[in-house]
């Protein structure tokens, strides 16, 4: 399988939950990022990996927990979550942190959905 | 700050009729603009990166032009298959980082 995939596609969880979120590219590409994606609002960048290396945490609060145990694997740990928090949540590839030429390649998200 | 806005927020068009979509951006050391379609209930589709002003370029009905404020989105006769949210973004020198921003796009709908 070739591209960014992302699992669940939906998920519809609980204040008091913990879930995870996983996203699997077979580019080769070294860097990797979540993106939160609301309406009417830009993308928001919340975490940048690049080499399994933490690069930017963009001010996430704590209950968002990423894990990048190796180039191709990037999770998002959920817990204790907000209505608020309900969104798109968009992985995203690039073969290293200048972008390049072919900008990044994304995943197909995950709706995100805290009742 | 970098900052990027888009307009119109949305655009409705016949089939055929040709029209243009805004970015305009404000930021320090521009590495990169980079256009992106975004279809309902997926993550956004790479299609253009402009570097310089000046630059252009095309794929199908779709022209991207470059300036040193601003880029547009040509559609040229469009289709149906057109329709989506057409994102604009921004790559620019931020410390040893290479920050990313992205406008709130434009939803276009062309109608057959």
């Known amino acids: 399988e070739t591209g960014v995939t992302q699992t669940p596609r939906h998920l519809v969880m609980g204040m008091t939950n913990k879930k995870s979120l996983k996203c699997e590219q077979h580019?080769?590409?070294?860097?990797m990022y979540w993106y939160k994606q609301s309406a009417k609002k830009p993308l928001e960048l919340m975490f940048v990996y690049n080499f399994k290396e933490q690069t930017e945490n963009n001010s996430v609060p704590s209950r968002f927990s990423p894990e990048c145990p190796n180039s191709s694997h990037l999770f998002l740990h959920l817990h204790t979550l907000q209505p608020e928090d309900s969104a798109l949540y968009l992985c995203?590839?690039?073969?290293?942190?200048?972008?390049?030429?072919?900008?990044?390649?994304f995943g197909s998200g995950t709706r995100l959905t805290v009742v | 700050e970098d900052q990027v806005t888009q307009s119109p927020e949305a655009l409705r068009l016949q089939e055929g009729e040709s029209s243009s979509l805004n970015c305009s951006y404000t930021v320090s050391g521009l590495r990169g603009l980079f256009w992106y379609r975004q279809d309902p209930g997926k993550g956004p589709e790479f299609l253009f990166t402009?570097?310089?002003a000046g630059e252009e370029k095309e794929k199908e009905r779709l022209k991207a032009t470059l300036t040193k404020k601003e880029s547009f989105l040509h559609i040229t006769a469009p289709k149906p298959e057109d329709s989506a949210t057409y994102l604009c973004a921004v790559q620019a020198n931020s410390g040893g980082y290479q920050k990313v921003t992205f406008g709130t796009g434009t939803k276009l709908q062309v109608i057959p």
């Open positions: 402009l570097y310089s």
């Open positions: 995203a590839s690039s073969q290293d942190l200048r972008t390049g030429v072919y900008g990044y390649t």
């Open positions: 580019l080769g590409h070294n860097a």
